[in-house]
């Protein structure tokens, strides 16, 4: 049984693998593909997967479209990474036919050295670009589709306090404030806010009831009680609220707002202790898969689309808010070689940027394998 269990974990792994990573990574080179078209930049290939090559599936223009054994995402060649310019050099030295040495001189212009900064740079920003966008429309099709409605649900009352006299109870479920429909935690706190002082009609739900009563909430309670003295928490019902397609846009453009905010400033907040450092640890692949499985798992279970499409949104995010750092072989990185380049008008060569690139990319590499090895022995603690 234990390796029936182990591989059962591992084939469920391996889908939230190619079900989560795979397409966030290949629709982050998508991007790039698609911004180097408008640029004028060939793509001399688009890979799905990473070499060796299993087959050439066809070609558009210039572009060769492969597939490749390792399944670890994909990729873009552009006309004149690495070391073009020093292949054209030493090809101009060289006797060649007038109809070769004018391909080579085409080849060039299309090249991706070849683009003063300013076009590099949007090439560079269309792979996070893409992941945004992608994160974009997966937070519309969020809502549009259906979201869990939660209840708030009392789970304590303060004795002696508003609530305790109005006779809440544990368990009563808030559906009202002053006839304003209540759907979240904050709804109530803003609500209740905006009537301290005053007479307050709660309409709750008990044991199947529709109950109405009245209480003042306090402009100053005691500390830790609050204005009504109850504990309030938020339970799933089982049901979902799904939107129009102009509200799901709204709701969706303000999750995916939130999901950004939350992810640039994560640093900050582990700094202030806002998140506890146990749960600041990195996950590599091996954690996002097991994450993964789970949302597939509970969207089979629920029969709903919102737990795969949360994960997707925040994984897809995520990879477009981390190239965009400013590092080496990153995205942001070659970013930053194009802005330096700019400001002191002469470029790196293209040889030494992307020996720079590479040297980066084999430390970037073994961080990932550190990481990995962090997810194997000391896996994620999943919800």
Known sequence: MPIVNWLNDGLGMIVGFLVCLIPLIVVHEIGHF????????????????????????????????????????GFVRLEGEQTFAEDKAEDTEEEVSAEVLAEKEEAYRHSLYAQPPGKRILLYLGGPLMN??????????????????????????????????AKLQAGDVIVAVNGETVESLDD?????????????????????????????????????????????????????????????FVYGSRYLGNIVGAT???????????????????????????????????????GAAYPILNILILVSVSLGIFN?????????????????????HKPLTPALEERIHTVTLVMLVALFIVITILDIVAPIQLP
């Open 132 to 165: 945004l966008l992608t994160a974009w429309v997966l937070a519309t099709l969020l809502f549009a589709t259906g979201i869990p409605v939660v209840r708030v649900v009392i789970s304590n009352i303060v004795p002696e306090s508003p609530a305790a006299e």
């Open 188 to 248: 109530v706190s803003t609500l209740v806010q905006q009537t301290l002082g005053k007479p307050t009609e709660i309409q709750l739900e008990r044991e199947g009831q529709t109950v109405t009563v009245s209480l003042t909430p306090r402009a100053n309670p005691p500390q830790g009680q609050g204005a009504m003295g109850v504990e309030i928490r938020e339970v799933a019902s089982g049901k979902l609220k799904q939107f129009p397609l102009g509200q799901a």
């Open 34 to 73: 698609v911004m180097a078209r408008l640029i004028g930049v060939w793509a001399r290939e688009f890979g799905i997967g990473y070499p060796p090559r299993i087959i050439k599936l066809f070609k558009w223009r210039e572009t060769d479209f492969t597939l490749n054994w390792l399944p670890l995402g």
């Open 264 to 302: 640039v400033f994560f640093p900050v907040y582990v700094i202030r202790g806002l998140i506890p450092i146990e749960q600041a640890r990195p996950v590599g692949v091996i954690g996002i898969s097991q994450i993964a499985q789970q949302s597939v798992e509970d969207s089979i279970a629920a």
């Open 324 to 344: 965009l750092l400013p590092i080496p072989a990153l995205d942001g990185g070659r970013i930053l070689f194009a802005i330096v380049e700019k400001v002191r």
